[in-house]
């Protein structure tokens, strides 16, 4: 059964990976729908890319400006905002879809509680994978993606704790209900994981095909040493405010003595002020986070859903249970 789709596909300088990949995106989408929608959202480029896609795109997709950059989750949610098709599939520029790429991925949308699903992501020029299924790793009270797997018995369906943003088709009605990325955590790292979070306490399901294949290219660029230390500042900061707003009661209070003696306490004695600076980050804007946690809680009740954090862990770990498992 075919489905109508809109594809979201956030852009920054990305000129060189339209003109790589997009006419051969395009036409494997259009060949595996009944309606498409291609709305590209650019977030402040100073590379042309907006000029080559009026030149080139104008009659074919729909074009979202950003007068100022801010990131990866406030401009998906702009192209979220405006999806007007059944599924949502959010796509990076830098990714091509192999044939049929969809067409492994509609069956998941035949059960109702499918929040999306997204397919394995391979280098450009190898085999070797770079995104499959993930199950949750827990340590003490911090939790986190283990390595990558699937399942071998290709009747039962592989549960994963995320969707990776830059393939993921999502129920675009489940996605606007929970209001899609947390802005928050702009400008990059762990968006995708958090939403899944949220997907999975409000009782749907994130899958994995292993099946369903695009390649990926990998940056070559080096960043240096300064910006490489705000990197490492987002991401930890961006995993503690996920921990902040899925963690409640003494778990919530467990993992602040775990973050405090295991990161900061180390970090500072290891000259890693990043970790002091992201878990101050925290401190600095609680009051948001309250107000995004407590808008959550509401949803949840009006949803009668009532998952926590472990809930998710214990449910995605009782599919794979005894089930044959591939690492990769």
Known sequence: MMRSISVIIPNYNGKH?????????????????????????????????????????TDKIIL??????SGFSETCNLGIQAAKNELIFLLNTDVK????????LYKYFEKTDTFGVMGRVIGMDDDQIQEAARCPKVSGQKIKPSNFFYLKNKNTLTPTFYLSGAIALIDAKKLKTIKGFNEMFNPF?????????????????????????CRHEISG???????????????????????????????????????IFTDIIIGLLTFQFYKAEAYFNVF??????????DEFQNLMKERNANHSLMDIIYQIRSVIGNKEVVKC
């Open 64 to 69: 979202i400006q950003k007068e100022k950059n």
């Open 284 to 293: 600095l804007n609680r009051k948001h986070l309250k107000t995004k946690k």
């Open 17 to 57: 990976l339209f003109e790589k990949y997009f006419e051969h995106n395009f036409n494997v989408i259009h060949a595996c729908a009944d309606e498409v929608e291609i709305i590209v959202i650019d977030d402040a480029s100073e590379d042309n890319s907006v000029k080559y896609l009026k030149e080139n795109y």
């Open 189 to 213: 790292y762990c968006e995708d994981q958090e939403l899944s979070i949220r997907a999975w306490r409000l009782g749907w399901k994130c899958y994995y095909e292993h099946d369903a294949i």
């Open 221 to 259: 660029s080096t960043k240096d040493h300064s910006k490489k230390r705000d990197i490492k500042m987002v991401y930890f900061r961006n995993r503690y405010y996920t921990h902040y707003l899925h963690l409640t009661g003494f778990n919530l209070f467990l993992w602040h003595i775990q973050v």
């Open 97 to 104: 879809l192999e044939n049929n790429y969809f067409k492994k």
